[in-house]
T-cell receptor, first 115, second 115 residues
């Protein structure tokens, strides 16, 4: 069974540009969430999507957005990139039940460098 | 709000020695607790999880953790370290708001294994 797949794995963008990252969850998983990992701030929750609806959001500016498609695949977008957006962006999926002990599985991440 | 504190950003052990990585949590409700491992340039891999079924949880690669409510701890141990255990380890608590779910991570502990 394939794991969580993220594309692209590595990318370099210029300040002011925008970027779109893609995530395909594990088959059968309907919840997709995104995390940002930086040396300074560690791992921080961005948002969670389920059935094409955002149902949980972290403390990030509006430049960070996402969406989920009917096949559960998700994209996140960062507009007007800043140097501080350089990070590893991790996508995670879970099967989704009301019980939050439902395990969350992570992808390999997308490394974004903003220059 | 729930939080996790990992004591010691770097831990060094000799190969064959006991591994002990510390994690304390804060939660107003019964928590779901997780340990993840991150190897260089990779995503997060689940080691083990506590979901109230048993206080001693066994995970992959010989790791285990014990949930101690009185101490609000969930320390990760392995009896005998191997060179391949060198990685960064993250403790996380699941925040459940209705059906939504997110992980709140500790700052991570980098494990070094020496000969």
């Amino acid at each position: 069974k394939a794991g969580v797949t993220q594309t692209p794995r590595y990318l370099i963008k210029t300040r002011g540009q925008q970027v779109t990252l893609s995530c395909s969850p594990i088959s059968g998983h309907r919840s997709v969430s995104w995390y940002q990992q930086t040396p300074g701030q560690g791992l921080q929750f961005l948002f969670e999507y389920f059935s094409e609806t955002q149902r949980n959001k972290g403390n990030f500016p509006g430049r960070f957005s996402g969406r989920q498609f009917s096949n559960s695949r998700s994209e996140m977008n960062v507009s007007t990139l800043e140097l501080g957006d350089s990070a590893l962006y991790l996508c995670a999926s879970r099967r989704d039940r009301a019980d939050s002990g439902n395990t969350i599985y992570f992808g390999e991440g997308s490394w974004l460098t903003v220059v | 709000a729930q939080s996790v504190t990992q004591l010691g950003s770097h831990v060094s052990v000799s190969e064959g020695a006991l591994v002990l990585l510390r994690c304390n949590y804060s939660s107003s409700v019964p928590p779901y607790l997780f340990w993840y491992v991150q190897y260089p340039n990779q995503g997060l891999q689940l080691l083990l999880k506590y979901t109230s079924a048993a206080t001693l949880v066994k995970g992959i690669n010989g790791f285990e953790a014990e949930f101690k409510k009185s101490e609000t701890s969930f320390h990760l141990t392995k009896p005998s370290a191997h060179m391949s255990d060198a990685a960064e380890y993250f403790c996380a608590v699941s925040t459940n708001t209705g059906t939504a779910s997110k992980l709140t991570f500790g700052t991570g502990t980098r494990l070094q294994v020496t000969l």
